[in-house]
């Protein structure tokens, strides 16, 4: 069986937590079968990539998104299944499913309808991306939703769709990759000092991931802890501003803020993560959240906002300790400070109790291993091809 997997990151090119999944997932699918992946971007080995057509290049960059899935599409004669992730790609499946005969199974880490501060970053295009999406998922043979949370967001979003259609594959851990790590060289070498404890993030700016809620939250640490912010590719200039502003304030006012804006490499922010007392996921909205597993997995305890998917990854009290929100208007918390406060909270019950952090970094690595492995995953996506494949046949 041929199968084309159809997303916009590929490494080296990978920002979110949709690029880790297909860079792990087509690694174990292809012990499997005949997987190959169609990626947006520059050429790079292990994929093909598609640019963007060059009659597009000055147009919104919804539609140059939509120009690139029909070459992708174009590209996938002769598979027998496409496997699309994220609007970006899902637009490529729906059309090779329709140009070819073929099924077309399309991953939810996210939904447009969820994300309306998208409007802010892509104009009219975020009206092109919503088509885009629900034309896609409404015509799959097949949706996989990265958590529980997830499929019931799907559900919600997208009433039109069969139940049975969407099956829960969760995001998945490489354990012998994330684990923790001895050295401390990439903390002293951006400024971290090893023998005081620290909070961190990791993840983009963008108002999903609640950075703004965290450095507001970050007023109220134990001033003895170091923040580090492993922050960069801000959404749009004013988000940017805004945390750019947050984080003056907070270097104005304490010691230790340590805020890292370029992606470094893996290993790196493994390392960090590691010697981290306590990482801090503060989304208001997410499907899943990959970078808990991979805190988990490096034996640090974590803070977690209670929505979408992560209290399926995070177990409170065992694993770390989920923020309650009370989401209003676009997921954002009705009551920021409340919510602000909260995470302190938390963050300073890790930081006053050093060993019970340490028991759950160790239930959190437990946990990864047990739960989260991609081998498992990629069985079970194969599985839900065959299915497909023996329907259609």
Not at 45 to 57: C, F, I, V
Not at 60 to 81: I, R, S
Not at 211 to 217: F, P, Q
Not at 329 to 346: M, N, Q, S, T
């Amino acid at each position: 069986m041929r199968v084309d997997l159809l997303s916009r990151e590929f490494p080296p090119d990978v920002y979110g937590g949709a690029g880790v999944h297909i860079e792990y997932l087509s690694r174990e699918l292809r012990r499997l079968l005949d997987a190959r992946v169609r990626c947006f971007g520059a050429p790079r080995e292990g994929a093909d990539a598609y640019s963007t057509p060059p009659g597009l290049t000055s147009a919104n960059a919804a539609l140059q998104v939509l120009g690139t899935d029909l070459e992708m599409a174009a590209g996938c004669a002769g598979a027998d299944l496409v496997h699309s992730h994220t609007w970006y790609a899902n637009f490529a499946g729906h059309v090779a499913k329709m140009l070819y005969g073929i099924p077309h199974v399309a991953t939810t880490h996210s939904l447009e309808p969820l994300r309306p501060w998208k409007a802010e970053q892509l104009g009219g295009g975020y009206v092109l991306s919503s088509w885009a999406e629900r034309t896609a998922l409404a015509a799959a043979d097949a949706i996989i939703a990265v958590s529980g949370g997830m499929r019931r967001d799907v559900l919600t979003c997208y009433p039109e769709i069969d139940p049975d259609r969407v099956t829960v594959i969760h995001n998945g851990i490489d354990t012998d990759e994330y684990a923790p790590a001895r050295s401390t060289e990439a903390l002293t070498r951006h400024g971290i000092d090893p023998g005081k404890p620290y909070v961190v993030f990791v993840g983009r700016i963008t108002r999903q991931k609640g950075l703004t809620h965290l450095l507001r939250a970050a007023r109220d640490f134990d001033p003895a802890a170091q923040l580090v912010l492993c922050a960069g590719a801000p959404d749009t200039p004013e988000i940017a501003a805004e945390v750019t502003a947050l984080v003056e304030e907070l270097q104005a006012t304490r010691e230790g803020v340590v805020w890292i804006t370029e992606m470094r490499p893996r290993p790196e922010i493994i390392e960090i993560l590691t010697h981290a007392t306590v990482f801090v996921c503060p989304s208001v909205y997410e499907p899943m959240g990959i970078v808990n597993l991979e805190a988990m997995a490096c034996e640090t305890a974590v803070v977690a906002t209670a929505t979408g998917g992560i209290p399926e990854v995070v177990a409170h009290d065992e694993t770390g300790l989920l923020v309650p929100i009370e989401a209003g208007e676009h997921g954002e918390p009705r009551d920021p400070e409340v919510f602000a406060h909260a995470i302190a909270a938390d963050v300073n019950r890790l930081l006053a109790d050093p060993d019970l952090a340490a028991r759950m970094g160790r239930a959190g690595r437990a946990r990864a291993v047990a739960e989260f492995s991609w081998p498992a995953i990629a069985e079970r996506t194969r599985d839900l091809y065959e299915s497909l494949s023996r329907r259609s046949g």
